[in-house]
């Protein structure tokens, strides 16, 4: 069962990155936990998992004004895993490109 839904690369992930080069970020689904977490990472990327870290995202009501008026929505929720790796191990997000 796939419990990681995809890679987190955005701004802040890649800055968190940048300070410690083993942790990285995934968007996993919200019944996961962090053993199936762990499992699923080092069978797909053949890596050591240290430590994983998970956080859970509430949807957010956002609105904006339109010719055709106020639209009002909400963003969708989620749980995202901040995964720790051995020292001097990566993952490249890249590679398949």
Same mark, same amino acid.
């Given at each position: 069962m796939a419990f990681i839904i995809r890679p987190l690369v955005t %701004? !802040?992930?890649t800055q968190i990155t940048? !300070?410690?080069s083993n942790r990285y970020? /995934?968007?996993v689904r919200p019944d996961a936990n962090k053993l199936q977490i !762990?499992? %699923?990472v080092e069978r797909l990327y053949n890596v050591t998992v240290v430590e994983v870290n998970t956080l859970l995202y509430m949807g957010k009501r956002s609105q904006?004004?339109?010719k055709a008026g106020l639209i009002r929505g909400k963003k969708?929720? /989620?749980k995202k895993a901040i995964v720790t790796l051995k020292e001097? %191990?990566?993952i490249d997000f890249y590679s398949n490109i």
């Open positions: %701004e !802040k992930m940048d !300070k410690r970020g /995934f968007v !762990k499992e %699923e904006r004004y339109t969708s929720a /989620f001097g %191990e990566t």
